[in-house]
């Protein structure tokens, strides 16, 4: 089988870090400066390792193999953050240009086809996954009006960094017959259970609901608690009960958080007459989900019934649904592993969202995990032991020499 250099592929990483770097970490948003000269610099490793690259129409860096195909589209995003660490997503474009290095220089597997891509925004500095979703038709004219947090348009960005005249890139049906993707965990499981590698079962459903609690602002020294309509007390309430509540639905892999809530008008001497907070949750069972908001537009009305303070919920946006890996491309990834490192691995699902959740629509995709050290990402802390990310590398780099072995019999 082909081998990959470790020592190759650490100083791509590290060459990419320096791009945006702010102390252990990198600050790297969409359409910056630091992103644009990271995607060019992108560009010249692709073109070098064999690849002919280019910067499309919405800021993907896509490097295409000379040979005919059928081929494999390995990657993730380059983006970052606002304050993120430096493998998240870049681990994975490094793994795809490390790979079509290998295939490339392997007198054995040089006639294989890897495309390699480095996604743009999938943090969602405009809006979440912009890269994949123009690769794959889904990016609608809406989308390209969402704005960053400067109130920028992702139409005006693009036109900003020089990109309005340039095409976007898109799937090609008849030459792709699968999307891998490598990037670190970024939660604790694996290092917790002493494994190397994880192999990807499906991607999480994430779901928000936003509720409101509108009661009666007033002065806070004057007014008597009997005749209080305490927004801010209804919000701490709900929170209280709605804890306990989606726990009994709740699956042994279901996360919940209220990450915003804001009381109105926010001052020490005045009773809140508003409030407001969002509850995301997180679980692979579509039926989890769809319990888990019945629960909590139920414990609303309880509220609203109890008064005095009016409690409202609501969708936000549309769902993310669970997103399965392909079964084939799986089993492949899941065989490298075993060959590699014989039961240091284990199937998992993902728990954070990722590009494979938009084009697992449209074309098989499989993803690969390594360890990120203490569980911690989307910090400055984030990282992995570099054995964990060159055992990473080296069995995607099998399974996809055993995949395009084997396309044939094409997982599509």
């Not at 290998?102 to 390699?116: M, R």
């Not at 947090?149 to 960094?161: D, K, L, N």
């Not at 958080?257 to 509850?279: D, H, K, M, Q, Y």
Request: hydrophobic share 40%.
């Amino acid at each position: 089988m082909v081998e990959i250099d470790g020592a190759r592929l650490l100083a791509t990483l590290s060459t990419l870090r320096s791009f945006g770097a702010v102390g252990t970490g990198v600050v790297r948003p969409t359409f910056s400066d630091e992103d644009m000269a990271a995607r060019r610099w992108l560009r010249g490793e692709m073109q070098d390792a064999g690849l002919s690259a280019s910067i499309d129409g919405v800021g993907n860096v896509i490097g295409r193999s000379p040979n005919p195909g059928p081929a494999l589209i390995i990657g993730s995003h380059s983006d970052t953050q606002p304050r993120g660490g430096w493998l998240d997503g870049a681990m994975g474009v490094a793994y795809a240009i490390e790979i079509a290095r290998a295939i490339g220089d392997d007198p054995s597997t040089c006639q294989l086809a890897i495309d390699a891509v480095a996604w743009s925004d999938e943090e969602g500095t405009y809006t979440s996954c912009l890269g994949s979703a123009s690769f794959v038709g889904e990016l609608t004219a809406a989308e390209l009006q969402h704005t960053n947090a400067a109130g920028e348009t992702v139409g005006s960005a693009i036109e900003r960094v020089g990109l309005a005249d340039v095409a976007p890139s898109r799937l090609d049906p008849g030459r792709h017959i699968g999307y891998l993707e490598a990037h670190i965990e970024q939660g604790p499981h694996l290092e917790d259970a002493g494994l190397c590698v994880g192999v990807v079962t499906s991607i999480v459903g994430i779901r928000a609901m936003r509720v409101t609690f509108t009661g009666e602002q007033n002065h806070a020294g004057t007014t008597p608690m009997s005749r209080r309509k305490d927004a801010g007390v209804a919000m701490f309430e709900f929170g209280s009960r709605i804890r306990g509540r989606l726990a009994e639905v709740a699956g042994p892999t279901t996360v919940w958080t209220i990450g915003n809530a804001r009381l109105e008008p926010g001052a020490e001497s005045i009773i809140p007459g508003f409030a407001e907070l969002v509850v995301q949750f997180r679980d692979p069972d579509e039926a989890v989900l769809a319990a888990m908001e019945t629960l909590i537009v139920s414990t609303a009305l309880e509220l609203t019934g109890e008064g005095p303070v009016d409690v409202a919920a609501s969708c936000p946006r549309e769902p993310i649904v669970p997103t399965e890996m392909h079964p084939q491309l799986r089993n492949h990834v899941s065989a490298a592993a075993e060959a590699r490192v014989p039961g240091e691995w284990v199937e998992m699902p993902s728990a954070a969202g990722h590009d494979p959740m938009v084009i697992a629509h449209h074309l098989p995709c499989a993803m690969l995990f390594v360890p990120s050290i203490d569980g911690v990402s989307h910090d400055f802390a984030e990282d992995s032991h570099d054995h964990d990310i060159v055992t990473g590398c080296q069995v995607l780099a099998d399974a996809a020499v055993s995949i395009l072995l084997d396309a044939g019999s094409s997982p599509a």
